[in-house]
């Protein structure tokens, strides 16, 4: 599982993205401060690697995953927009908030069976690995 790894941009550092990864619990209680990059937890099973990353208040609508050049990259971009008349006069509110998190696929994963499932804010993506990559058994013969 050593190769799923965060990209940095070529090795460049990020001020915000790094700031937001190494402060960003300071900042919990003030929502407008607080990290924007999800949670992903990795798992390796036999045959596939599972990924699930926590995405509250999303749709499945707001989601976009690629997998470019063995690179697996989530990402989402949500408008909002809400308007409000009281009393002679309008109220307008404009929000905006996107991320992005990519992956370096493992050699044995195969980016052509890769399922990806959504549901109450949990994206759930399995990674099959390649037949040929799984441990197989050979008979031992006697001469």
């Known amino acids: 599982m050593n190769y799923l790894v965060r990209n940095r941009n ?11 990864r190494f402060f960003g619990h300071l900042f919990d209680d003030i929502p407008e401060l607080a990290a924007r990059t999800p949670a992903v937890d990795v798992r390796e099973l ?3 690697y599972v990924l699930e990353a926590e ?24 408008m ?3 308007e409000e008349k009281k009393n ?6 404009r929000s905006s908030s996107s991320f992005r998190r990519s992956f370096v696929l493992p050699k044995d994963a195969d980016p052509q069976k890769i399922d990806a ?27």
């Open 46 to 48: 036999d045959d596939r």
């Open 10 to 20: 070529n090795g460049t550092p990020r001020l915000f993205g790094d700031f937001d």
């Open 117 to 143: 499932h959504f549901k109450n804010g949990l994206l759930s993506l399995e990674l099959h690995k390649t037949p040929e990559s799984k441990p197989r058994a050979i008979e031992v013969k006697t001469e």
């Open 80 to 82: 909002e927009e809400k």
């Open 55 to 78: 995405l509250p208040g999303m749709t499945q609508k707001d989601i976009d995953v690629k997998v470019e050049d063995n690179l697996l990259t989530i990402s989402s971009a949500k």
């Open 88 to 93: 002679g006069y309008i109220m307008r509110e």
